[in-house]
């Protein structure tokens, strides 16, 4: 075999190891072979290292096997910049005010929308926009769309008051929260025509575009990924059960996963509870968490309660627990502190899309267990961090908003470290 022919056969054996198909020390000597007919990822372009072989190679190990009772294995993809670039539930919300479809809250009474929404918050909201109105009418009201903007997007008043608190920053976030319980009076059908008309928009602007709304410039498009689309046609045509778990509303998730061809039945993001066909501003629970108690929605550890009861059908207590391996999705991709929990329990491998964010670059970077992929964005990736993530010293934050050390399950603490995929 030549020096060309060996490296190449090296690398592919390299990347078998490291999904633990074949043991590291006889990478080497053992390179595999790949079942005919099983798929492989057809875009190359935007993959860093081996990373592409690696994600290969897990195809070829899966390919058209399941476990034991018959069962598909799982992949779980988190949705907004990393199945996508961008955001969808803020291009929802962006569109929502500009087309005046937020309703105000009955008795002008703001607290109603969120058990989390400060009094503060409340009355700056109250004193911004109108009551007595059908819908809000933001598209021309630029001091309510301001107030809204600021609420959701930055978690503060306009005037720099502390808009949510007193919640478990492992389980909800407020701000994503509060735009599925903005929807409170319309259906799900006409929440999903909103997001579809947002949809179109921002697919159709150019990259880079911008809106108005308010009195503030906004983000104006949103991009598919071309290599997770691919992957997520790789994994489906192995065998794969290919889900999406995100913190927008299910509705705003359900219209987007169907342009990766994942269907509704298949697209997990927070849902609201109904009352006569209308979203209310409650939402449902997971775990011990009942619907109405507004506690826990689709992430951080919430999203691997939502992972356990509604792909694994684990209910109760145990839907917060980390399962058995075979009760488990095999792959995972995220790209946020959001995505950790459910990331942290794929057996497979877990895909990182680079965005320096503290907890997850951490655990990523360590890579305690070889699993691990970091890949930089597919469309306009982050520059390198210039210091290191602050694993030992804040690099966690904690149920109730404390920063603290990342720790490894033996409760020792992972080190600094520097950010190398780029």
């Given at each position: ?57 897990l195809l070829a190990e899966r390919c058209g096997n399941r476990d034991k009772g018959g069962r598909k294995p799982v992949a779980v993809f988190d949705w907004d910049n990393t199945v996508i670039k961008n955001d969808v539930g803020d291009a929802t919300f962006y569109w929502l005010l500009r087309h005046d479809r937020v309703r105000p809250p009955k008795g002008g009474d703001w607290s109603t929308t969120s058990r989390y ?129 995100s913190a927008s509303p299910e509705p705003v998730v359900d219209v987007w996963a169907k342009g990766v061809g994942v269907a509704p039945s298949h697209a997990l993001g927070i849902r609201n509870t109904t009352d006569h066909g209308r979203l209310t501003s409650h939402l449902k629970g997971c775990g011990t968490v009942r619907d109405g108690e507004d506690a826990m929605i689709t992430y951080i550890d919430g999203k691997r ?118």
């Open positions: 075999m030549n020096d060309k022919l060996r490296t190449s056969a090296a690398a592919a054996a390299l990347a078998l190891a490291a999904t633990g198909l074949l043991p590291a020390a006889n990478a080497e000597a053992r390179p595999a072979a790949r079942p005919a007919g099983c798929p492989t990822l057809k875009v190359s372009e935007g993959w860093y290292g081996t990373n592409k072989a690696r994600v290969d190679a929404l400060t009094p503060e918050a409340a009355t700056a909201l109250g004193t911004a926009c109108p009551t007595g109105v059908r819908t809000l009418p933001t598209s021309t009201d630029t001091r309510c769309a301001d107030e809204l903007l600021s609420v959701y997007g930055s978690g503060t008043t306009t005037g720099g008051k502390t808009a949510f608190a007193g919640y478990d920053h492992r389980r909800i976030e407020p701000q994503y929260a509060w735009l599925a319980q903005l929807l409170h009076g319309w259906t799900t059908r006409q929440a999903a025509s909103f997001a579809a008309a947002a949809r179109a928009e921002n697919l159709a602007a150019p990259q880079g575009a911008t809106q108005q709304v308010g009195t503030a410039r906004v983000t104006g498009w949103v991009r598919y990924y071309d290599q997770q689309r691919d992957l997520i046609r790789a994994l489906k045509d192995t065998g794969f059960d290919v889900w999406i778990v309660c939502w992972i356990n009861q509604e792909i694994f059908g684990v209910r109760g207590p145990a839907a917060e627990r980390v399962q058995p391996a075979a009760r488990r999705q095999v792959f995972a991709a995220g790209d946020s502190d959001t995505d950790i929990s459910f990331l942290r329990d794929a057996t497979g491998l877990r895909l990182v899309l680079n965005r320096n964010k503290n907890e997850l670059m951490c655990r990523a970077y360590e890579n305690g267990d070889g699993r691990w992929l970091v890949n930089p964005m597919f469309i306009e990736p982050k520059k390198q961090k210039t210091s290191a993530y602050p694993c030992s010293t804040t690099g966690y934050t904690a149920g109730d908003g404390t920063t603290q050390p990342v720790r490894r399950a033996d409760g020792s603490v992972v080190p600094d470290q520097l950010d190398t995929v780029f």
